[in-house]
Each structure stands twice: as structure tokens, then as C-alpha cells.
């Protein structure tokens, strides 16, 4: 409730005609019962009505009146999001206004991100907004640069997707060709989350990139790549795999396999357990997932993937792995009752564990 208020002081400070009083009358009105981001939008709807009608005068208060640059890339919390009525006004009012707009996302985007505001402008003008982007990789500024992978996600979180990148994402690999090496880890991730957004739509651009970005990789770009393809090992692609070295089916044995209890209620839980055994001569380096087939409303299932380890095994050698999983309701998976069928996963390639029975409580 108080973030209109310190938004109010701010531009004060530097516009003496603000009328600091009706503005945050005009933004609470209604403001509770909203979520985030639409308080976000109310405030920014609020500041259109209550600073200048002209909108490159109306930006430019906005920016005078911004507090410091963010001086870390991390754990800095919910305080940047103080700035998202500032990303919504530019998104709302600014697409007029390429240039004065292009300048408040590049201020805004090292105070909190302009992540959201910057896809209007790649729709409107993605020629330029690109060419911009382009420029922006190279910037000294670590939350610039991660503006660009981030920005151009096509399917950034809380977000419109970015349907002509779903459909040709060769602009954005161009430009995530440019931050895969990026200095700072803030920055890599993102490159990798949007890689991860590209492998979604186009799993053979993400294998193709996989390995050509694999050639001489740092343990850094490494790790990018592992985070990229995360999704598609949970969907155990064999061109995936095979990038992360896990092409060959393991020569292993599966044993002692459990499942506790055979009939869990929902909103208990169920422990997973089995043996693995090397039977192979030399030593193996082997992926090993688990899935489960959830039942889903109609009555037909649905397979989740759950990660376990990479794990290293010398001839002969026995493993014990094992998880637990919880039956209980979640706002992403609404558990119905039923036979689940289970799987362990090993180098991508399923092999039967058992089952369970879920029943109501």
C-alpha cells in the first residue's frame, strides 16, 4: 500500500506541480483487492492522469525521479518492483515515442528490468528494437545485457509470448550468441532460461546450438548449456542426451525395487526406492530420472518427470537411490485417484518400477 505514496515523494521531489494527494487517492482507489501486477498497471494509468499530458515530458520526470542503479545482480528482493508502474507506463503510453521510450527502458532496466516493456516495442518495431538490443549486449552494465536475453524470451513468465520469435527464433540466437559467454552468471542464466524457451518450440534449433555452443565450452558455458536443456531431459529427447554425453543405453540392472505405501491417500506422500547395478566391464556415467504417470480428471495419465542424479559407477558397483513425492494438492497438479504407473529413467530410456494406487482420504 505504501508504494504509491514513495512514488509520489520521488516525483515531488522533482516536479513541484505533482499533485502528490489526488495521485495516490486516484491509485489506492480499488488498490487492495489487485495482484501485483495489476496494482502495477493502476499506478501507471494514475501517473498517465496526474503528470503531463506530453508523454516525452511526462517519461522524462519519471526518469529524473528514480532512485539509484541496482549495484548487485542478486537477493535484492521486492524492492525493485517500486519501478513496475514505471515499466507499465512506458509499455502503455510509450510506444509512440521509440527513442525517449528506448532511453527510460534502458534507466528503468538497471534499477529493476524492462523485461516487460521492451516486448511492445520488439512487435511494433522489431527492426529496430533489435539493432538496439544488439547495442545493449555489449554494455557495461550487467542488467542491460541481461535485458536482452531476457526481454526477448518467447515465453517469459507473467508475459504476452512473443509469437514471430516462437515461430523464427534465429533473431534472438543471434543475440544470445552474443551473452553466452557473458561475465556475469546474472546474465547466463537468463541466455539459458530463453535457450530453454527456444527448445520448447524448436527442439532440433536447441540440440543444433547444444553442440555447437559444446566446441571448446568453458565449465561456465557448460553449465549454461545444462540449465538450457533441462526441459528437454525432462522430456528425455535422444538428441539432447546424446549432447550431454548420455547417447548409449546403460548397461545397468535395476533391483529391489519399491514403492510405499502401494496405496497412498491424497495429500500424503509416496516413497520411491530402487538399486542400480553396473553389469558392464568398464565404468559408466549414467543419467537417472524417475517418472510418474499422473491420473488425470478424464481418467487418462499424464507423465511428470522427476530429477535424481548423475551418478558414476565402477564394474559391479551398486547404487541405492530413492525419493519421495508429495500427493499433496498443488496449484500446478490436482491429484485424482488411480493406478500411477512409475518409471526409472536411465540415459533417457524407460524401464517399468511398479505402481501405485492413490485413493481419497
Not at 345 to 359: D, I, K, T, W
Request: glycine share 6%; proline share 6%; hydrophobic share 40%.
Amino acid at each position: 500500500m505504501d508504494v504509491p505514496g514513495k512514488i509520489a515523494g520521488m516525483i515531488s521531489a522533482k516536479f513541484h506541480r505533482f499533485s502528490a494527494d489526488a495521485f495516490i487517492r486516484d491509485a489506492l482507489d480499488g488498490y487492495e483487492s489487485l495482484d501485483l501486477m495489476r496494482r502495477g498497471l493502476k499506478i501507471a494509468q494514475a501517473l498517465r492522469r496526474h503528470l503531463p499530458d506530453d508523454y516525452a515530458e511526462a517519461v522524462e520526470i519519471l526518469i529524473n525521479s528514480l532512485g539509484p542503479k541496482l549495484e548487485k545482480t542478486e537477493n535484492f528482493g521486492m524492492a525493485p518492483f517500486l519501478y513496475l508502474p514505471h515499466v507499465c507506463f512506458v509499455a502503455g503510453y510509450g510506444l509512440d515515442h521509440f527513442e525517449v521510450s528506448m532511453h527510460a527502458q534502458y534507466e528503468l532496466t538497471q534499477r529493476f528490468s524492462a523485461e516487460f516493456s521492451i516486448r511492445p516495442f520488439l512487435e511494433r518495431y522489431p527492426e529496430a528494437t533489435l539493432a538496439r538490443l544488439t547495442i545493449w549486449a555489449k554494455d557495461q552494465s550487467p542488467h542491460v545485457r541481461r535485458l536482452v536475453s531476457e526481454g526477448t524470451r518467447p515465453r517469459l513468465p507473467w508475459a504476452p509470448r512473443l509469437r514471430s520469435f516462437q515461430k523464427d527464433p534465429r533473431p534472438v540466437l543471434a543475440l544470445l550468441e552474443l551473452l553466452k559467454d557473458d561475465p556475469e552468471l546474472y546474465v547466463r542464466r537468463s541466455v539459458a532460461n530463453n535457450l530453454n524457451d527456444i527448445g520448447k518450440d524448436h527442439p532440433l534449433i536447441l540440440v543444433e546450438t547444444a553442440h555447437r555452443w559444446m566446441k571448446d565450452a568453458t565449465d561456465e558455458r557448460r553449465w549454461l548449456i545444462h540449465h538450457a536443456l533441462r526441459s528437454a531431459v525432462k522430456r528425455a529427447e535422444p538428441g539432447v542426451l546424446e549432447v550431454l554425453g548420455f547417447g548409449k543405453n546403460a548397461k545397468v540392472s535395476v533391483n529391489k525395487a519399491s514403492i510405499t505405501p502401494e496405496r497412498p491417500m491424497i495429500g500424503g506422500s509416496v516413497a520411491i526406492a530402487f538399486e542400480i547395478t553396473n553389469t558392464d566391464s568398464q565404468r559408466q556415467r549414467v543419467l537417472v530420472d524417475f517418472r510418474v504417470h499422473f491420473v488425470k480428471a478424464n481418467g487418462k495419465t499424464s507423465p511428470k518427470v522427476f530429477k535424481l542424479k548423475t551418478i558414476e559407477l565402477a564394474p559391479q558397483e551398486t547404487v541405492q537411490l530413492g525419493k519421495t513425492i508429495s500427493l499433496a494438492e498443488m496449484t500446478t497438479r490436482k491429484h485424482y485417484t488411480g493406478t500411477h504407473r512409475v518409471d526409472v529413467l536411465l540415459n533417457g530410456c524407460a524401464l517399468p518400477l511398479g505402481s501405485f494406487e492413490l485413493m481419497n482420504d
